[in-house]
């Protein structure tokens, strides 16, 4: 290779190596750090009160603590999600920088410092931090982010930068209730077929309104759950909102934290504040989603449709399901009427036409001290032990006692599966008719229950009537109610 040949050819390599330097990004290049730098900020999550971020391209929105709880402040006033807003903070005061470079210069650009993506302040008791958040490096999942009043950009970890982006309506509570479960002491229901009022006095509920009864505990606690548990699946514009759509609810819930007032227990200085969530009209003609709003409040939420159906409830839905209930121990009589027509189903059972008379054996009191009849040797065990029931009607005798026990068990109580609205006055006679007098304490009063019950057959429940309520229960009843009732 001669001389001229060796100066064209450095001259070539140094033109290249010129070319390969000023084509490439070196000035936006963080140096090489770390994994664990040192933390972006000095302050302390728990010490942020405020937060506010700015787009470069949407709507401000505040997020600010008060008391124990977040609120989000603009661009709207709701409950924020404690969770979300902490998660949010946290990358922030636990961020830690993985480089720096010159935000100035050419490097501007590169960082989207120049026009930052976001603008955030972050507010403590005795200081403002200004940050501006620019954009993702080039290379690894970094993002540059600037603290006001230094000239460098410090390198922190990307997912940021999709926090903010999602916007409020990711830090906004969406549960619609802020109340627990155990703290409801009152629920209306109303919608086209009426209003259903329920009050919780001590640990039990009862339904007040349209007519005072015992209420069914679990019932009601699916209730206070599917109300504190009503969550947006999104929040809507009020401009975006057809005038008509909570105008006329087609279902309102309402509920009270304060426990009803007791007669004769004076009226309180104050009402009870009531919250009232409005189901209003479906968004659309596939009836997927309905409009919702708390009452008093100008927001409005999307739920689905289906949101309503745990509200959707007669109040014999919501009856205790302790159709009957007699105490064993107040018992004195049974009389058990059966009609049963001869059957035609694999079971087959001849026509049954009897009435049974049961009696609780009266114990005839004891004057003065007890002397013994037999002498200690006598076969005394071998003596048959009276039956604590006998039977009455034709012919008489000794009762088992086992299957009285049975069925007085059955009755303490017998739960219905459900109510039915059916009219009391065109109830069809049962194929099993149950008169049970009970006594109470010391003789008196003397009550006589009714209990009709009926066997549609083809292994259906049994139907019941009983002080004018028509309910289902389970067919496994008629084993108690089939003799042979006397001793064995």
Not at 417 to 427: A, E, F, G, K, V
């Amino acid at each position: 290779m001669n001389f001229k040949t060796t100066i064209v050819l450095i001259v070539l390599l140094a033109a290249a190596g010129a070319w390969l330097y000023f084509s490439s990004d070196h000035t936006a290049a963080p140096p090489a750090a770390s994994a664990e730098g040192s933390p972006l900020l000095t302050i302390d999550a728990k010490d942020v009160t405020k937060l506010i971020v700015t787009p470069r391209d949407g709507a401000e929105f505040e997020l600010q603590k008060v008391g124990a709880d977040w609120q989000l402040t603009e661009p709207t006033t709701a409950a924020a999600d404690p969770f979300e807003v902490d998660s949010l903070i946290r990358a922030f005061t636990e961020a830690k920088t993985r480089g720096q470079i010159d935000a100035g210069g050419d490097n501007a650009s590169v960082t989207g410092l120049a026009t930052p993506k976001f603008k955030v302040q972050l507010f403590t008791l005795d200081k403002i931090v200004k940050i501006s958040i620019g954009e993702k490096s080039a290379v690894g999942d970094n993002l540059y982010v600037q603290l006001e009043g230094k000239s460098q950009a410090d390198l922190i970890p990307a997912d940021l930068v999709d926090k903010l982006a999602k916007g409020p309506d990711a830090y906004r509570k969406m549960n619609l209730v802020t109340a627990t479960s155990d703290q409801i002491k009152q629920i209306s229901i109303t919608d086209s077929t009426g209003t259903t009022l329920l009050q919780k006095n001590g640990t039990s509920w009862s339904i007040v309104q349209p007519q005072h009864m015992p209420a069914e505990d679990s019932a009601v606690s699916d209730l206070t759950f599917a109300l504190t548990g009503l969550r947006a699946d999104k929040f809507v514009d009020p401009k975006e909102v057809p005038p008509s759509a909570v105008a006329a609810p087609q279902m309102t819930v309402a509920f009270s934290t304060d426990a009803p007032v007791v007669p004769p227990a004076t009226a309180p200085a104050t009402e009870p504040a009531w919250t009232t969530v409005l189901f209003g009209s479906y968004d659309d003609m596939l009836k997927k989603n309905v409009y919702v709003k708390l009452a008093g409040s100008d927001a409005v939420a999307k739920l689905p449709s289906t949101s309503m159906d745990p509200f959707r409830k007669r109040p014999l839905d919501l009856r205790d399901k302790k159709a009957v209930d007699l105490d064993p121990d107040q018992v004195s009589k049974i009389v058990l009427r059966t009609n049963l027509p001869a059957a035609t189903q694999p079971t087959a059972h001849p026509a049954i036409n009897q009435t049974v008379t049961i009696e609780r054996r009266k114990v005839n009191p004891v004057l003065g001290p007890v002397l013994p009849t037999t002498s200690p040797t006598t076969n005394a065990a071998t003596k048959p032990t009276p039956s604590t029931w006998i039977i009455t009607s034709k012919p008489p005798s000794d009762a088992d006692d086992a299957k009285i026990t049975a069925l007085l068990a059955a009755l303490h109580p017998l739960r219905a599966d459900l109510y039915l609205d059916l009219n009391s006055s065109t109830q069809p006679t049962g194929n099993y008719t149950l008169t049970i007098t009970t006594t109470g304490p010391g003789g008196s009063p003397v009550v006589d229950h009714t209990l009709a019950l009926s066997d549609p057959g083809h292994d259906q429940p049994l139907l019941g009537y009983f002080n004018g309520l028509t309910f289902q229960t389970a067919r496994t009843l008629t084993t108690t109610l089939t003799g042979p009732w006397n001793k064995p």
